[in-house]
Nanobody, 118 residues
C-alpha cells in the first residue's frame, strides 16, 4: 500500500504560480506511474497529468498543456506539479494518486485546495 500526502495549495491571483507536492510513503517501488487529478465545485474529478515513476514520461490533459509541468524526485519519493499562468477555472481540489502497470489510479491523497482569484 502507498500513502500519499499533497501540499502546496493556496489562494493566488490569476496569472500567478504554485508548485504542488505529493509525498509518497509505503510500497512506493510498486508504483508504475503517479498522477494529478482535480475536482472543481460541482464537477467530477478530472485527470490533469501523469508521469511514469521510472522513466519520467509525462502526459497532460489538453486543458493544461503548456502551463502545467509534472515532475518527480525519486530520491525524495515526491511528485510535483508546477502550475503557471493560473486561471480562475483552475480553482479546484488537487489530488495525487498512483497506479501499477495496467492498473487504475488509486491510493488517493487527501487533496490540496487551489483557489485562483480574478
Amino acid at each position: 500500500q502507498v500513502q500519499l500526502v499533497e501540499s502546496g495549495g493556496g489562494l493566488v491571483q490569476a496569472g500567478g504560480s504554485l508548485r504542488l507536492s505529493c509525498a509518497a510513503s509505503g510500497r512506493t517501488f510498486s508504483s508504475y506511474a503517479m498522477g494529478w487529478f482535480r475536482q472543481a465545485p460541482g464537477k467530477e474529478r478530472e485527470f490533469v497529468a501523469q508521469i511514469t515513476w521510472s522513466g519520467g514520461t509525462a502526459n497532460y490533459a489538453d486543458s493544461v498543456k503548456g502551463r502545467f509541468t509534472i515532475s518527480r524526485d525519486k530520491a525524495k519519493n515526491t511528485m510535483y506539479l508546477q502550475i503557471n499562468s493560473l486561471k480562475p477555472e483552475d480553482t479546484a481540489v488537487y489530488y495525487c494518486a498512483n497506479r501499477k502497470a495496467g492498473g487504475q489510479f488509486g491510493s488517493w491523497g487527501q487533496g490540496t485546495q487551489v483557489t485562483v482569484s480574478s
